[in-house]
């Protein structure tokens, strides 16, 4: 078993171990997005004061804020909207579990990100491949990692106040905010029409290939065969990290930062040692995670297939809950 306590497999039965630690967190991955829904929609204040879910509460309102902001015309001037209206918005986006799920995985990347300044002094913005990228004689890569730089430092300042810009949400998602406001506006003609030129002046500015995600996408992508470099995450940071892990396991980004909580261990390691990482590797970056953690013996005979064969065994490799 992956715990804090050393393991008792055998080489032999590790396979049927993690395979149990897999079944077993992804159990605990499904009960995630009702429970995590039931409290934010909560009325009780004292349910946030957790951080987790005061943050997600604070990136649902701003969205809403954004998005009748918006419809309003665009004043400039947060709040000018009719009392009520956000939380009627907030309480339509908590209905959506995709949404839901990768503002969960937002928050708790954010949390990652700041236990490892405080642990291992790891800037949040400035990593050292982030800085050898800005240092690289290529104009191209240089420029895409400063844009990447001005991206964290935004998103990481726009985490502290607990927001989230419209822009910075996966197509999909910003897709489905849209129709929820849509589907709240109703048929009046002239809501109808507003709403429709926010829709519009919103998607024709929409570029998911510059917002941070899409930045550190770009970012892995160019480093071609040294993307291996970026599973360091001393080295990469926690974003480039996570987006490069994402990207070698096949699992979507979401899946991948649920994975460094401690009930989904097992698919961590999976994750790692399916995307090339030798078990060597594996067991530095759960020194750097997870300190605590041991993994089960016989870990080091779980080749890259086998890993990625007993990650496809589990549920669909999409947003959890999703």
């Known amino acids: 078993m992956i715990d804090r306590a050393v393991p008792s497999a055998s080489g032999e039965n590790v396979e049927a171990v993690l395979r149990e630690e897999l079944a077993r967190g992804d159990a605990m991955a499904e009960t ?184 550190a996408a770009r970012m892995i992508t160019s480093l071609g065969g040294e993307a291996q470099a970026a599973l360091s995450v001393a080295h990469a940071g926690v974003p480039l990290f996570l987006t490069a892990l994402a990207l070698g396991s096949g699992q979507a980004r979401d899946t991948v930062v649920l994975s460094t909580h401690e009930a989904q261990l097992a698919r961590l390691a999976l994750a790692l040692r399916s995307a090339g990482l030798e078990p060597g590797d594996v067991e530095k970056q759960f020194l750097a995670l997870h300190p605590e953690v041991t993994l089960p013996a016989g870990f080091d005979r779980v080749g890259p297939d086998l890993a990625a064969a007993i990650l496809s065994s589990g549920p669909p490799a999409g947003r959890y809950g999703a």
């Open 32 to 215: 995630v997005l009702p429970i995590l829904r039931h409290l934010i929609a909560a009325e009780d204040s004292s349910v946030f004061s957790d951080e987790i879910l005061a943050r997600i509460r604070g990136m649902l309102a701003d969205l809403a804020n954004g998005l009748l902001d918006a419809l309003a015309g665009g004043t400039g001037q947060r709040g000018g909207h009719v009392t009520g209206e956000a939380e009627l918005l907030v309480r339509a986006l908590i209905d959506n579990p995709a949404l839901l799920s990768h503002l969960h995985a937002l928050a708790l990347e954010w949390q990652l990100t700041e236990r490892l300044q405080l642990r291992l002094a790891l800037d949040p913005v400035v990593s050292p491949l982030v800085q050898a990228m800005i240092s690289s004689a290529d104009g191209t890569t240089q420029g895409l990692a400063m844009t990447y730089l001005a991206a964290q430092a935004r998103w990481c300042q726009a985490q502290r106040r607990m927001t989230l810009p419209p822009r910075e949400l996966p197509g999909d998602l910003l897709h489905g905010l849209l129709l929820t406001v849509r589907a709240l506006v109703g048929g009046a003609p002239e809501m109808t029409e507003r709403t429709a030129r926010m829709e519009a002046g919103i998607r024709q500015s929409y570029d998911e290939g510059a917002s941070r995600l899409g930045l």
